[in-house]
């Protein structure tokens, strides 16, 4: 037995697989449904995938809703850091990405290409989340003796559905400029493709994001679209490349409660798929109105 | 006690209607002229202060919506897309003030269509309508600065469907942001109050504007649908009801229109004990018996600190005493007519559920006119947090008072219903109205003050309140491809 630990070389030791769970509220559960599907690429299995619920949509949606205040009242240079921090833990986690893009059939040219860009991309909102609301906020002059201005909040929880063709860049292009404002999501990751975004959770959860803050499902967008876009206390949906047909039933749905409903169909690996727009998507304007104390000669002069 | 003032009654100042001018009957407004359809479907359209008829209104069809579409789709196509942003902006404000110069025309028809009072729509509806069209035009040529490292370009025709709360003001509303952003317009007003818009119509004729830039198409419900569902509009915005903007929103699902909806509020207004009281009563009043709480960002929930519910429900009885309810022509009035019959109706079915709920009815003490619809102002103390009352729009002179001892108690029950549209805090601490402000989910929140309203100032809710802003540099991106 000694003997057989010591010569244990690469090629006779059973590799250890991964069991690839869901994420929700900071932890990593299986779906509460047991169920699983196999995704497969090029005649391979990519393993066994939880196959998520309407109850795991519910229970995701609550672990956002609960985070999503602490999460907005973080300060803007703090969302910044973590943003960062994302970008950081993604760096070193490259070579994982990879093997595992390369699993779910990208080319590997491709491939780096994506996870270099994903890296970016989290840098790029990072140093947004300070600055948007200097862009996009304005104090207005109306014509009466207030104080008026109108600011940015977040719209609170926000469904994603990611991209299905680009499960690691298209799922971050999505993620990034939501949770920046202080929106917290649920992200259903590209069917066909699940494991980056598995992969990608791990890295929240040692990027100092708040447990709840990203939640992602692996599942059927076909199952799940109904309970998402009736859900109650969802009040966004970010859509990338489902196609006419379920686009259509989910902003019906969706028009029950009065989402915001935002359909991307866009090449994420281009530059311009990055701006600040993204961020304001999942904004609402807020305008306050304060008097103006008006008295006779108290006016500062020089 | 009585809260009467009687001692102190006003003569009559009623405002002249000799100087205006309607016709008996108005056309629908394509291509710049008005249109008599020949179907001759017509409704008539009512004094809701006296029931007397003003006007007949044309009842569209589907081929005129078509034909307004069509002269908006070609209006576009041709000159108005073509035309500089000076240029555009330059017949906006031609527009705004050849309003400014009829404007004691406009106030009148509107107090005597819509049954505000005279003093609202001269000193509110009309100057906002013309400062929104003034705002707007100095935005046509400036569109550049507004969108930073973009190229904004208009959507096409938009399809525009306005309330009759604040008939002339709402067209103004959705009119300038468009015209302004290179867009052409199918406007149709609600059925009630139909008139200022025509007018505006005749304006828009007489200051010069390119055929089919803005077509007006009057009628009910099925017009307004006809419009959203209508091929060729490339964007709808809506102001109206939640239930509607539903359907809106769900009629369109399966196309690539742009939508705005403006829709409907359950504000909280919330006082502290340390608010400047006989400010926030003022600020209650105006908050829920202005426009005779036909507002969609009415402050018809009254949250009131514990310690002080007693004392500023005694001085707001008081004040509701001395509002004078009548006669909208008359100068001194402060509630004027309910503005349907329909809407009285479902007014006064709010106030049977609420008493039948268990809440406690106040009504001040006044006469009103034996013709037309009227409602005195009313309010319902001890309400409870489930109570129809204190959940659904009322869009009635109708308020419901809850109690509260915490901020976060107050914060928890303000935010507690699926509108979003505004909300009101009265204190003298600084730091608690920016707390109370920032935790407020609704798009316009009003501190020491309420239902103000400027053409510079974003208004548009969260939530069911609708979506995208109307006024500001937040009210363009409605209009544009950014």
């Known amino acids: 037995m000694t003997e057989s630990n010591e010569n244990s070389g690469k090629s006779d030791r059973l590799e250890v697989l991964k069991t690839y769970k869901m994420y929700i509220d900071g932890k990593f559960p299986r779906t509460e449904s047991a169920r699983y599907y196999q995704p497969v690429v090029d005649g391979t299995s990519l393993g066994n995938v939880c196959l998520a619920s309407r109850k795991d949509v519910r229970n995701s949606v609550v672990a956002a809703r609960s985070a999503q205040s602490a999460w907005a009242r973080r300060t803007a240079y703090n969302r910044a850091q973590i943003l960062y921090r994302i970008a950081e833990m993604l760096e070193g986690r490259s070579q994982q990405f990879l093997d595992e893009l390369l699993r779910q059939g990208v080319e590997a040219e491709s491939a780096e290409t994506q996870i270099a860009k994903s890296i970016d991309r989290l840098i790029y909102y990072a140093g947004w989340c300070d600055k948007y609301q200097q862009v996009f906020s304005s104090v207005n002059p109306v014509a009466s003796s207030h104080f008026n201005f109108s600011t940015l909040e977040p719209v609170g929880v926000v469904f994603v559905v990611a991209s299905r063709d680009c499960p690691l860049l298209g799922l971050i292009s999505l993620i990034a400029p939501v949770i920046a404002s202080g929106n917290t999501c649920v992200v259903l990751a590209s069917e066909n493709s699940p494991l980056s975004a598995i992969t990608f959770a791990e890295v929240l959860a040692t990027s100092d994001v708040p447990g709840g803050v990203v939640n992602i499902l692996t599942g059927r967008v076909e199952e799940l679209s109904e309970h998402f876009s009736r859900h109650l206390d969802v009040n966004a949906i970010a859509c990338d490349g489902l196609g006419a047909e379920l686009d259509t039933m989910i902003k019906e749905f969706a028009s029950e409660t009065i989402k915001r409903v935002k359909i991307y169909n866009q090449d994420w690996s281009a530059e311009a798929a990055a701006n600040p727009y993204l961020i304001q998507d999942f904004c609402e304007v807020k305008t306050t109105w304060h008097p103006i104390e008006q008295i006779t000669e108290s006016g500062a002069s020089y | 006690m009585t809260h009467q003032n009687s001692n102190w009654d006003l003569s009559p100042a009623p405002e002249s209607t000799g100087h205006i001018s309607l016709k008996e009957h108005y056309g629908v407004f394509i291509d710049g002229e008005f249109r008599t359809p020949d179907h001759g479907n017509r409704f008539q359209s009512i004094n809701p202060a006296t029931g007397e008829v003003l006007a007949e209104i044309t009842e569209s069809s589907s081929q005129d919506v078509d034909r307004a579409v069509a002269a908006a789709r070609a209006a576009y196509e041709g000159e108005w897309s073509k035309m500089g942003g000076r240029e555009r902006g330059k017949y906006l404000y031609r527009l705004a003030r050849m309003l400014q110069e009829k404007s004691r025309e406009f106030a009148v028809i509107e107090s005597l269509d819509g049954g505000k009072p005279i003093r609202e729509s001269r000193d509110v509806d009309v100057p906002l309508a013309a400062a929104h069209l003034f705002y707007y035009a100095g935005w046509a040529d400036k569109l550049s600065y507004a969108f930073p490292n973009r190229n904004p370009q208009p959507i096409g025709v938009a399809g525009q469907i306005i309330p009759w709360n604040f008939p002339l003001l709402m067209a103004a509303w959705k009119i300038a942001p468009a015209l302004a952003t290179g867009n052409t317009v199918v406007l149709k007003p609600a059925e009630t109050t139909s008139l200022t818009a025509l007018k505006l119509a005749e304006l828009i004729q007489e200051a010069g504007f390119p055929p089919g830039v803005v077509n007006v198409v009057t009628g009910h419900g099925d017009v307004g649908a006809a419009i959203v569902k209508h091929d060729d509009v490339d964007k709808v915005a809506f102001t109206g009801s939640t239930e509607v903007g539903k359907l809106i929103q769900k009629s369109i699902a399966g196309t ?17 004990d340390d608010a400047a009281i006989d ?20 402050g018809s929930r009254l949250f009131v600190q514990e310690s002080i519910h007693d004392q500023l429900i005694e001085k707001l009885k008081h004040r509701m005493g001395t509002l004078i309810v009548g006669d909208p022509m008359d100068k001194n009035t402060d509630v ?6 329909e809407q009285l109706a479902t007014i006064e079915q709010y106030i049977e559920v609420g008493k039948q709920e268990g809440a406690e009815f106040y009504q001040a003490e006044c006469q009103l006119p034996e013709a037309g619809f009227w ?14 009352i204190a959940q659904e729009e009322i869009f009635g002179p109708v308020l419901a008072v809850q109690t509260f001892r915490t901020v976060a108690e107050v914060i928890k029950k303000a935010n507690n219903t699926p509108y979003g549209l505004s909300a009101g805090v009265w204190t003298d601490k600084g730091s608690k109205i920016f707390n109370m402000t920032a935790q407020m989910k609704a798009g316009v929140v009003w501190a020491n003050t309420y239902n103000l309203f400027d053409p510079t100032s974003p208004f548009g809710g969260f939530k069911e309140s609708g979506f995208g802003r109307e006024g500001g540099l937040h009210g363009l991106s409605a209009y544009l491809e950014i």
């Open chain 2, 256 to 272: 690539n229109k742009r939508c705005t909806l403006e829709l409907g509020g359950k504000a909280a207004n919330i006082v502290f």
């Open chain 2, 279 to 298: 400010q926030a009563v003022e600020g209650i009043v105006n908050g829920i018996y202005f426009n005779q709480g036909h507002v969609c960002c009415a």
């Open chain 2, 336 to 341: 004027g007519a309910i503005n349907s019959r």
């Open chain 2, 375 to 388: 409602c005195r102002p009313t309010l319902f103390t001890d309400v409870a947090q489930s109570n129809r």
